[in-house]
């Protein structure tokens, strides 16, 4: 168990009032821990939220080597904060982890971590429906040295920030374009890392769409341009023909902790949960033979995100009438009412702050 030093803020900061935005306004502490070859992990710390100090040098800003996660805390109806599967979490920090060469960081120190400056900001987690207190966890490469080679000092950091609806749109159908000229990842690279890379490379496509009047880009595999991956921000899923499908975790995918909670909650309920191979061309010709039931996007930040309109090409696709399907709906009130403490947790997902 880590022995956490704890400073408080002598000067507290306003909290933000109105329309929370997403990630524009953070909270009064952070977490801090540092790493040193040789030593380990050690000297954790939540401190006065501020600027990091950093030599210039850091081969975080010259190589990347950095990972980071993203999670909620939420105020139940009882008035108690909950944390939704933070253990998850920590496991796939710890994928990316060594896919960098960052060290492993003990799933319970992760936890402990979130949990302990989720207790200290606990007055930060907003109570109004649709919001939350977003949690991003990090871990930079500290060593100043230009080398190409792993570091040999990191940096975890946790910083909170308390949020609105990460879409402006809501819990309303939003429309992707699928792109088919970039590439965002490839087997082999680190596309189911969480790691600032994946995201950056997804900017252009991402400036592309929402010129084309669209919310999100729908990738496609690095290689033959024809499976489809995952959104920039989400996990995907269609429903065909009755059927719950969602292409197969193949090492350019993230792996959603939503996406896990969805799947298991379909066949909670009777669904045929399909994780396999899914072209493009297979969901336009369920579109056109009128199979295409639905199709949503999963994930931390969003939730549950209805696509209205799906365009590849010159095609553009109206799934469920350009509005919330049934299931998708179903899923946002059920993942949301759990995360609250509004529904029963059959699964043991929610955890007490």
């Known amino acids: ?47 006065p939220y501020g600027d990091l100090s950093l030599s210039p040098a850091s081969m975080v800003f010259h190589y990347g080597q950095e990972m980071f996660e ?37 799933v319970s120190d992760f936890v402990q971590a979130v949990q302990s400056l989720v207790s200290i900001d606990r007055d930060w987690v907003p109570s109004d429906p649709g919001t939350s207190l977003y949690i991003r966890p990090f871990i930079i490469a500290t060593e100043p040295f230009l080398g190409v080679s792993p570091a040999k000092n990191f940096l975890f950091a946790i910083i909170m920030s308390p949020s609105g609806l990460y879409l402006m749109s809501g819990l309303k159908a939003v429309g992707i374009w699928v792109e088919d000229d970039y590439v965002r990842a490839v087997r082999g690279g680190v596309g189911f890392a969480k790691t600032g890379g994946n995201y950056v490379a997804g900017l252009i496509a991402q400036e592309k769409a929402q010129k084309e009047g669209y919310a999100q880009v729908l990738w496609l595999d690095g290689i033959e341009r024809k499976y489809i991956e995952e959104v920039g921000s989400m996990n995907i899923f269609f429903k065909i023909d009755g059927k719950v499908v969602t292409p197969a975790l193949s090492g350019s995918i993230l792996s959603g902790i939503t996406r896990d909670s969805v799947m298991t909650l379909c066949r909670d309920w009777g669904f045929v949960v399909e994780e396999r191979p899914l072209s493009i061309d297979e969901v336009v010709a369920a579109h056109r033979a009128g199979t295409l039931e639905e199709v949503f996007g999963t994930g931390t930040a969003a939730v549950i995100t209805p696509v209205g309109t799906l365009r590849y090409r010159d095609e553009v696709m109206t799934i469920a009438d350009g509005g919330i399907g049934s299931l998708s709906g179903k899923l946002y009130d059920t993942v949301t009412g759990i995360q609250r403490g509004e529904l029963e947790d059959k699964h043991s997902w929610r955890v007490l702050v």
Not at 8 to 35: C, I, V, W
Not at 93 to 99: G, K, V
Request: hydrophobic content about 30%; overall charge neutral; proline content about 8%.
């Open 70 to 106: 993203g999670m909620k805390a939420y105020k139940g109806q009882d008035g108690e904060i909950y944390l939704f599967r933070p253990e998850m979490n920590g496991k796939r920090a710890n994928t990316t982890n060594e896919r960098l060469c960052i060290p492993q960081l003990p």
């Open 1 to 47: 168990m880590l022995d956490i030093k704890i400073t408080k803020n002598p000067q507290p900061q306003a909290k933000p009032e109105g329309d929370l935005g997403f990630g524009r306004s953070f909270t009064d502490h952070m977490f801090l821990m540092d790493y040193t070859e040789g030593i380990g992990w050690h000297d954790p710390r939540i401190v």
